[in-house]
């Protein structure tokens, strides 16, 4: 099913009959590329609009060196923002950069990569783009932590800031910090800022 939306018009929530499977889901993601596209627990799909440059710009430097820390450390991968996830609470959702171990990946069959994985990475990366609300992006992280990933950074270049979620915690705020330190499961990664900001 291909649908013809300005991009003003997005984002977009659509409700069907019943909720798309997840390969039903995967061929109306191809049909309406380049939108980005996630299900929602409830079964709605949200249409949204690519980020747009300066997002983009952003999210590959972060991507990167999350990449380059996962390969020297050997523990797990990296997925950008076209790595989907089927979460247990039924919704796929693609973080912007994600973590997941190789521990956890061991249990899906090949067959189960090549869609929509299902399984929670242990580290998510969201990155708030200028017209995203930050309320809707808080929900969003505190769904990831509870779909089972232990450690979420909500990465906001609109405040200089970045917000750090725990199972089990309040939020840690760090506004215009210098960089970021990994714990948990990505104890070691540093995320740069000032690469970030500029």
């Given at each position: 099913m291909n649908l013809a939306f300005a991009e003003s018009?997005?984002?977009?929530?659509?409700?069907?009959?019943?909720?798309?499977?997840?390969?039903?889901?995967?061929?109306?993601?191809?049909a309406n590329e380049p939108a980005l596209v996630e299900r929602e627990a409830n079964g709605e799909v949200l249409v949204m609009t690519p980020a747009g440059f300066g997002?983009?710009?952003?999210?590959?430097?972060?991507?990167?060196?999350?990449d380059e820390w996962a390969e020297a450390d050997g523990r797990g991968v990296v997925t950008d923002?076209?790595?989907?996830?089927?979460?247990a609470d039924g919704s796929v959702r693609a973080?912007?950069?994600?973590?997941?171990?190789?521990?956890?990946?061991?249990?899906?069959s090949e067959e189960e990569k090549k869609g929509f994985a299902p399984v929670c990475p242990e580290f998510v990366v969201e990155?708030?783009?200028?017209?995203?609300?930050?309320?809707?992006?808080?929900?969003?992280?505190?769904?990831?932590?509870?779909?089972?990933?232990?450690v979420a950074?909500?990465?906001d270049p609109v405040r200089k800031a970045v917000e750090i979620y725990r199972a089990g915690e309040q939020p840690e705020i760090h506004e215009e910090p210098t960089s970021v330190q990994g714990s948990g499961p990505v104890a070691g990664f540093e995320l740069v800022l000032a690469r970030i900001w500029a």
């Amino acid at each position: 099913m291909n649908l013809a939306f300005a991009e003003s018009e997005l984002p977009v929530r659509l409700r069907f009959d019943r909720s798309m499977t997840d390969e039903e889901l995967m061929r109306f993601c191809a049909a309406n590329e380049p939108a980005l596209v996630e299900r929602e627990a409830n079964g709605e799909v949200l249409v949204m609009t690519p980020a747009g440059f300066g997002t983009g710009r952003i999210n590959s430097r972060i991507t990167r060196s999350l990449d380059e820390w996962a390969e020297a450390d050997g523990r797990g991968v990296v997925t950008d923002s076209n790595g989907g996830y089927a979460l247990a609470d039924g919704s796929v959702r693609a973080p912007d950069a994600a973590w997941v171990s190789l521990r956890r990946l061991e249990r899906l069959s090949e067959e189960e990569k090549k869609g929509f994985a299902p399984v929670c990475p242990e580290f998510v990366v969201e990155l708030r783009s200028p017209t995203d609300k930050l309320d809707g992006l808080r929900t969003k992280m505190e769904m990831w932590i509870g779909n089972g990933a232990e450690v979420a950074w909500l990465v906001d270049p609109v405040r200089k800031a970045v917000e750090i979620y725990r199972a089990g915690e309040q939020p840690e705020i760090h506004e215009e910090p210098t960089s970021v330190q990994g714990s948990g499961p990505v104890a070691g990664f540093e995320l740069v800022l000032a690469r970030i900001w500029a």
